[in-house]
Every structure is written in structure tokens, then in C-alpha cells.
């Protein structure tokens, strides 16, 4: 083969290699999620102020929880297989979710360490322009101050993860116990499961990561073994057991539809939530193939589950979605019967 042709054959294949990259950064469906609307004749349609109408004695672990998985991800590059949410934090709230994802990393500056959120190895940004500032856990923490100010009598469960190679586990852990203590009347941290009437107007911390800082507060450890497998298993969910309480964990992120359905379902159907005990049954997933599109499994998914006939006066635990809507939250939060 000539030099010549070798360099067209190179040229050839990087412009291949720069289209496919082309498509997986500016190409995206900006179309919301369509599901099923859902019945509003019924009562407790507010899904800003659900939280409300339930009793201060039941534990959060006794409550079905709607979430969100990779809760910042509005705004990020890759979009088509990065991009797990389409609305922001607030109006996730204001749609009924009350379990967010929150994934940090260290955002270096010459004024000062800051921690922002990111979904692996790329940045969430605070708005959609191509040179839009990272999205900083400040940003995230005042939508999530308004609207507790707004609606006391709600809570909402921020999990942390850690997800940075560049920095420890102590020096995130320290500004985000920084964040807390400058706004300590918001927080719920203790490493035990509080009652509503405990975390009324307040952000129940839960953490996936130790406290290598010795900082005392940890909140609730949520820790588990990444389910990162495509196996198909009779059991598709972990249970984890700490000094303060059991945690079962069903996040098969690599399943297929309908695999990923059924183990939602089998969560769902043999869930074990009480105060005790909190069951987190993840509907979102990356898909089997090389490439995921999570917008393009949530279609399928959240129809499914919108299908799916929850049992009144029922704990189905914390169910966690991507591109969640209102109606969906509704779907999932009325199995509580109030």
C-alpha cells in the first residue's frame, strides 16, 4: 500500500471517528417525555406540597419516595449519552421529587477550591450556552433552601457521591461539610432514619463514601457495590447492612429494558422498606449496548412504570428515574394512600 494511500485511509477514519463524536456532543432530543397523564380528579395532585399531607410518625424509609438519578444533569456535554435529566433541581422539586443524586467533584480556582457536580468525567453546567460556568453545589443548595422556605413541610434526601480522580474523599468531604455548617438550620445529618416530623424543611444527607475526614458527619451511609454487570440474575438487588440500618439497593444499570423492568419490578413486588430499612429501586439505566441513551430508555421505562399499578397504603421505597415528569412522580407517590 502507498504512503498515499495510508494517509487517506488515517484521514478517513478520523473524520469518521470526529462525526460519530460530533453526534454524541451537539446531537440530543430536546423533546420532553411523553407518559400517560395522570388521573388529577384524585386528590393530592400537588406535587409541591405532597409531603404535607402525611403523618409526622412515619419514618422516610416507610414512604414511597419519587427521585431522580444524576439529578444535575440539564445542562452537560454528550448529551445524547450523558444527559439524565431535562428540568433543574427546583423543578424537579416543584414536580414532585424528593431523592436527588447529587455527584461531586473539586472545581480548582484561584480564588478557592469550590465543589461543583459532574456526571463521571464531564462537568454540569448551569445553563445551556456552549461557555456556561460549571454548576456549583452553591447553586444546587440555594434552589434547594427556596423551595424548603417555600414548603416546610417537605423534605428532600440529597445523596452524595464522589466522583473525582484528582482529589481525596477528605478534601471534598471537608468543603461539603463546609456547605453544611454554614447553613446547619437546613440540614438533617445524623446516621440514623428520621421521621417526617424530623426532617420537615430540612435536606436529609445521605453519603456514599467514608468519612476519611473523621468529620463525625456522614449523615445516612448509603454505600454499595457498583452493579455495573449485564448478568441476568434471579435477585437483582444487594442488601448492605450498617451500624444504623439495613439498605437494599436494586441498580442494574446495564440491563436492557426489559430486563431493567423486571428487576424494577421484582424490587418493587418483594421490596422491604420500613423504618429500618431503605430500599433504593433505580429505574434508570445506561442500556446492554456500547452506547447508551438514557433519554431513549427512560421513554420506554417510564411508561412502563406509569403502567405498573402501585397498591395503595404500600412502602415501595425511594424509586429513582430519569427524565421524570410530574405525572410520573404522582404515579409513584400516590401508593402512599395518605
Given at each position: ?5 495510508k494517509?487517506?485511509i ?5 473524520i ?5 463524536a ?6 440530543d ?7 400517560e ?10 406535587t ?5 399531607y402525611?403523618?409526622?410518625s412515619?419514618?422516610?424509609s ?9 439529578s444535575?444533569?440539564?445542562n452537560?456535554?454528550?448529551?445524547y ?17 424528593r431523592?436527588l443524586?447529587?455527584?461531586?467533584a473539586?472545581?480548582?480556582?484561584d ?16 445553563g445551556?450556552g ?6 456549583h ?20 434526601i440529597?445523596?452524595t457521591?464522589i466522583?473525582d480522580d484528582d482529589h481525596s474523599v477528605s478534601?471534598?468531604?471537608k ?15 445524623e446516621e440514623?432514619?428520621?421521621?417526617l416530623g424530623?426532617a ?8 456514599r ?20 454487570n ?7 438487588y ?5 451500624d444504623?440500618c439495613?439498605l437494599?439497593?436494586q441498580?442494574r444499570?446495564?440491563?436492557s429494558?426489559?430486563d ?19 430500599f433504593?429501586n433505580?429505574?434508570?439505566t445506561?442500556g ?9 430508555y427512560?421513554?420506554k ?16 421505597g ?7 415528569n410530574?405525572d ?5 407517590y ?5
Open positions: 500500500m502507498t504512503r498515499g494511500k494517509l487517506s488515517i484521514s478517513g477514519v478520523m469518521a471517528i470526529i462525526a460519530i460530533l453526534i454524541f456532543v451537539l446531537v432530543d430536546d423533546n420532553p417525555i411523553e407518559t397523564p395522570y388521573d388529577t380528579s384524585i386528590g393530592y395532585t400537588d409541591a406540597n405532597w409531603m404535607s402525611l403523618d409526622d412515619k419514618y422516610i416507610e414512604i414511597t419516595i419519587p427521585g431522580t438519578h444524576d444535575t444533569t440539564e452537560i456535554a454528550m448529551g449519552i450523558m444527559r439524565c435529566q431535562n428540568t433543574s433541581i427546583n423543578q424537579q422539586l416543584l414536580d414532585g421529587y431523592y443524586d447529587l455527584r461531586l473539586i472545581d480548582s480556582r480564588e478557592g477550591d469550590e465543589l461543583k457536580l459532574v456526571h463521571n468525567f464531564l462537568n454540569c453546567h448551569a445551556s456552549l461557555f456556561s460556568d460549571s454548576l453545589l452553591e447553586d444546587v443548595t440555594k434552589q434547594i433552601y427556596s423551595f424548603l422556605d417555600e414548603h416546610p413541610d417537605e423534605t428532600v440529597v445523596n457521591k466522583e478534601e471534598i468531604q468543603l461539603l461539610i463546609e456547605e453544611i455548617n454554614e447553613n446547619q438550620n437546613y440540614w438533617y445529618t440514623t432514619i428520621p421521621t424530623e420537615r424543611g430540612k435536606i436529609v444527607l445521605m453519603t463514601f467514608k468519612d476519611e475526614a473523621a468529620t463525625g458527619t456522614t449523615g445516612i451511609q448509603t454505600i454499595w457495590t457498583e452493579q455495573d449485564k448478568d441476568i440474575i434471579d435477585i437483582p444487594d442488601l448492605y447492612v450498617t444504623n439495613r437494599w439497593v441498580d444499570f446495564k440491563y429494558v426489559d431493567k423492568y423486571d428487576a424494577v419490578v421484582d424490587g418493587l413486588e418483594n421490596c422491604e422498606a420500613d423504618e429500618n430499612t431503605i433504593l433505580f429505574v434508570s445506561s446492554s449496548g456500547l452506547f447508551g441513551h438514557p433519554k431513549g427512560a421513554r421505562l417510564n411508561n412502563m412504570i406509569m403502567d405498573y399499578e402501585f397498591k395503595p397504603n404500600t412502602s415501595y425511594i424509586i429513582v428515574v430519569d427524565f421524570g410530574e410520573l412522580a404522582r404515579h409513584i400516590m401508593s402512599n394512600g395518605f
